[in-house]
């Protein structure tokens, strides 16, 4: 495929559909050049977290070890932003057929103040009944963002508990089965674009598989 440079700053930040209608990107405001079949690259993200999922288990990044992770942060008040990547990430999780299973979609929220693991479970209706939506206390939350460099803050806020919005980057990342980056996706992907890229890795696993047997 084409090389694709895309320009992942500080700037360009979404606040709901308030701003460009959507997109937020930010990787430490680095430059990155994105080749489809060769990840070089990507820089190093992700990393250990121990949070909290929509039914009161601690989950940490190990237990997903042998799988590949979606990663999305973002929060349950979100007006549209988040809605729509988390739409898309379910319905590529679908396109996918039997091999969903080898694939762990993870919601992280970026607002644990409003996010308890009750609303978590509330939320978990909407979306994909694989995924697994995680919060913490603040500084656990923090630890995760800081590992995958999101962004977020609040946006308006205004001296109440339920009235604000978040200033907050929209990346889904695609860890491989030992945590490491090799993709990533804006959250306005197509899901048919999303599966495919996934099945390209399982792809590659599979022939990695057969030559390891062939050579034992």
Do not use: W
Not at 45 to 54: E, T, Y
Not at 56 to 61: A, I, S
Not at 137 to 159: C, H, L, M
């Amino acid at each position: 495929m084409n090389l694709r440079l895309l320009r992942l700053t500080l700037t360009g930040l979404a606040i709901g559909s308030l701003i460009f209608g959507g997109a937020a990107y930010y990787i430490s405001g680095k430059s990155i050049n994105f080749n489809q079949d060769q990840q070089t690259a990507l820089p190093t993200l992700g990393g250990d977290f121990s949070l909290v999922d929509q039914h009161g288990k601690t989950r940490t990044d190990a237990e997903f070890r042998g799988k590949y992770m979606l990663v999305y942060f973002g929060y349950t008040f979100c007006p549209d932003i988040c809605p729509l990547g988390l739409r898309n990430i379910s319905s590529a999780i679908d396109l996918l057929g039997r091999d969903k299973d080898q694939v762990a979609p993870l919601f992280i929220t970026i607002d644990p103040e409003r996010d308890t693991v009750e609303s978590l479970n509330s939320y978990a209706s909407t979306i994909h009944s694989s995924f697994i939506l995680l919060t913490g206390s603040q500084q656990e939350i923090d630890t995760a963002t800081k590992a995958y460099n999101v962004y977020a803050a609040k946006a308006r806020p205004d001296g109440t508990v339920a009235e604000y919005l978040m200033d907050h980057s929209s990346l889904v990342y695609l860890m491989d089965r030992d945590g490491k980056l090799v993709d990533f996706f804006a959250h306005t992907e197509e899901p048919q674009k999303i599966a495919d890229r996934i099945s390209r890795f399982l792809i590659q696993d599979m022939k990695k598989s057969s030559i390891k047997r062939h050579h034992k």
